[in-house]
Each structure stands twice: as structure tokens, then as C-alpha cells.
């Protein structure tokens, strides 16, 4: 079974740029999650979709944040405009059970310069 | 507050001994997750094992062990016979309430592996 696949795996941008993380979670699983870690800080819940529908948005830490998940399948997180403070790396990771079984991506690192 | 503290920024184990890594939580929610998850220098987050709030046995997973103690609200990841492929960053997490799928994450702790 492929796991969580996330790309780029790496991205650099200009603040003012405009960036776009995707996410493949594991085939069948409903729910999917975005994470991200600022350096030095723990790892933070931005969002949860279960199939289209977001769930719990509540970590999204503003209106620059964009994310969809258009037919239940990949979803994407886009960021507009980047600014300084967004640097991190962003995990995304998905589960059938939202109990548990959450599995994880290997996530990007996002560097805005 | 924090809803999921470990003390331990950094730690050393020598190879083939057992190590435990701490890790308490806070929460008045009867249903809870618990879980740890290790990270690599590769990055990607592994998950290790998973420890429910109404489990009457302490969670096992090969050379994984998980001492809970819910009075204490401790959730002590303890890895048996270290291996040299054990070091990375372990992390702490825990779902709270039964509706939700949101993680709550520790800060880590640093596992170094001696040989």
C-alpha cells in the first residue's frame, strides 16, 4: 500500500510569492490532515477533511491559508502571500479511523526568504 | 497550558539498553488518544504506538512499550534493547475527546543511540 505522499518536498519562495503544497493521502482513507512545525516550536493542527468536507479548521492561523480537498481525493494547501513567518515544514497525514491510525507524510519544508 | 509536555529535550542511550522517554498530558476529557510517533533526520513521522484512554493493558508494539498511568496522566514511551536506527526525534501526541481527529503534539525529545 503507498503511503502518504506529499510535493514538493522541499520549496523555496520570495515573501509576496505564492506557494501550493499537495497532498496524496493513502487510497480509502476519509480523513486527512494538515500539519505544519515551525522551526524550533511543536507541530501544529491547521485542518481536518473528512472527504471534501472540511471538518475542523480551527488551527488555520489565517485568511492567507487556503486549503481544498475537491472530490475527497488529494487536497492542496496554498499560501498567499507568503510571508517570513510561515517557514516550516507542513505534514499532511490521513486515516480511515480517526481514532487512530493516523499515518503520516514526509512533509515540506517551506523556506520563505 | 500545555496539553502534552516531555521534559526531556535530549537523551542518550547506550546500545542494547532500554531507554524511557516521558511524556504527560492534561486533559478533563474521560476519552483520549495517546499516541508517539518517531522522526527520523529523513523527516517523514513514523508511527509507534497507540495507547486508548479506556485500554485496561499497557500498549505493546515489538520493542515499543507504553507505561500508562492515568492517575499520574503519564504516558512513558519505553524502547527495549536500543538499536543504533533508534535515533531520532520521538514525539508525544494525544487526541482528545472521541469526535475529534485533531493531534495535540509534545515538543520532543532527542534520542541518541551510543554504540
Known amino acids: 500500500e503507498a503511503g502518504v505522499t506529499q510535493f514538493p518536498s522541499h520549496s523555496v519562495i520570495e515573501k509576496g510569492q505564492t506557494v501550493t503544497l499537495r497532498c496524496d493521502p493513502i487510497s480509502g482513507h476519509d480523513n486527512l490532515y494538515w500539519y505544519r512545525r515551525v522551526m524550533g516550536k511543536e507541530i501544529k493542527f491547521l485542518l481536518h477533511f473528512v472527504k471534501e468536507s472540511k471538518q475542523d479548521e480551527s488551527g488555520m492561523p489565517n485568511n492567507r491559508f487556503l486549503a481544498e480537498r475537491t472530490g475527497g481525493t488529494y487536497s492542496t494547501l496554498k499560501v498567499q502571500p507568503a510571508e517570513l513567518e510561515d517557514s516550516g515544514v507542513y505534514f499532511c497525514?490521513?486515516?480511515?479511523?480517526?481514532?487512530?491510525?493516523?499515518?503520516f507524510g514526509s512533509g515540506t519544508r517551506l523556506t520563505v526568504v | 497550558a500545555q496539553k502534552i509536555t516531555q521534559t526531556q529535550p535530549g537523551m542518550f542511550v547506550q546500545e542494547k539498553e532500554a531507554v524511557t522517554l516521558d511524556c504527560t498530558y492534561d486533559?478533563?476529557?474521560?476519552?483520549?488518544?495517546l499516541f508517539w510517533y518517531k522522526q527520523p533526520s529523513s523527516g517523514e513521522m513514523i508511527f509507534l504506538i497507540y495507547?486508548?484512554?479506556?485500554?485496561?493493558q499497557n500498549a505493546t508494539e515489538g520493542r515499543y512499550s507504553l507505561n500508562f498511568q492515568k492517575a499520574r496522566k503519564s504516558a512513558n514511551l519505553v524502547i527495549s534493547a536500543s538499536q543504533l536506527g533508534d535515533s531520532a526525534m520521538y514525539f508525544c501526541a494525544m487526541r482528545e475527546g472521541s469526535n475529534t481527529g485533531k493531534l495535540i503534539f509534545g515538543q520532543g525529545t532527542t534520542l541518541q543511540v551510543k554504540p
Open positions: 486533559t478533563s476529557d474521560p476519552s483520549y488518544g
Open positions: 497525514a490521513s486515516s480511515q479511523d480517526r481514532r487512530r491510525g493516523y499515518t
Open positions: 495507547q486508548g484512554s479506556y485500554d485496561q
